[in-house]
């Protein structure tokens, strides 16, 4: 997908921006939580000035007290929106038991160990498969020839309709929408750098560098796992995978 940007910003109501991106998608954002978390986001709390935006040179929102958000916190706050809306206009019976409910309670832990195992290498180098009517996780590595896939193949035991495969950690979209929010909220005032941090290769080991400096980096393991469980759990709900309590 190409850079977002946003095109143009109208405000709504409280802390409610409607927002429309370079991709020609719209969608609403509303930013009580980050205005009220981030100390740098303190004169925007008076709703009067929090309506005064405007978009700077990077094609983002922006205020005169110089607090800025980065667009990619924006377009995936907007998708949440949308998908939060869409939950709520399907709340039928047959949405909330899950169009494809697991048919076998499946532990979390061994599908975050699934997670981590698809993510350990480059892209399509490992691959899991979550059977859903038997609880199975089966597993085959490139790197490592181990390919249990094939072994349910060969044996009959694995039936295609009931399996998912897990994704790669850049399937689910974090990278540097995650990196940008959690700069908005604890280093709001380096945004900039941290942009031209990632215009260049070697950008995340780069950014851990200066996460280290600034005495942040134990935090970004904090979040970033934080929202890859979330992001995970998510991904669980949509693919209908049933967990243990």
């Known amino acids: 997908m190409e850079c977002v940007s946003v095109k143009d910003a ?15 998608e719209e969608g609403v954002v509303d930013l009580e939580d980050l205005i009220f978390s981030s100390p740098a986001a303190e004169p925007l709390r008076d709703k009067d000035e929090f309506a005064k935006f405007y978009l700077d040179e990077w094609k983002t929102l922006a205020w005169p007290c110089d607090f800025g958000v980065a667009p990619e916190f924006l377009y995936e706050q907007a998708e ?3 998908q939060l809306e ?16 697991s048919l076998h309670e499946i532990s979390y832990n ?67 929408n995650m990196v940008f929010e959690f700069i908005n909220k604890e280093l709001p005032n380096e945004y900039d750098r941290v942009r031209d941090i990632f215009s260049r290769k070697g950008s995340y080991s780069r ?6 400096r ?15 469980k979330k992001a995970l759990l998510e991904w669980c709900k949509e693919n209908g995978i049933l967990l243990e309590d």
């Open 214 to 228: 600034c005495g942040k980096l134990d935090e970004w393991h904090e979040f970033e796992n934080k929202r890859e």
């Open 110 to 176: 061994h599908i975050e160990s699934a997670y981590l195992f698809v993510s350990s290498g480059e892209y399509g180098m490992n691959t899991a498969l979550i059977c859903k009517d038997s609880g199975r996780i089966l597993r085959r590595s490139d790197m490592s020839g181990e390919d249990e896939i094939e072994e349910a193949e060969e044996d009959g035991t694995l039936n295609w309709h009931e399996t998912v495969e897990v994704p790669h950690r850049n399937d689910l979209d974090l990278g540097q």
């Open 80 to 82: 949440i929106n949308e």
């Open 10 to 24: 109208q405000y709504l109501s409280d802390y409610k921006i409607k927002l429309i991106f370079n991709t020609g």
């Open 207 to 212: 950014y851990k560098t200066f996460l280290e």
């Open 86 to 101: 869409l939950m709520e206009q399907e709340e039928d019976e047959d949405y909330l038991a899950g169009k494809y409910q």
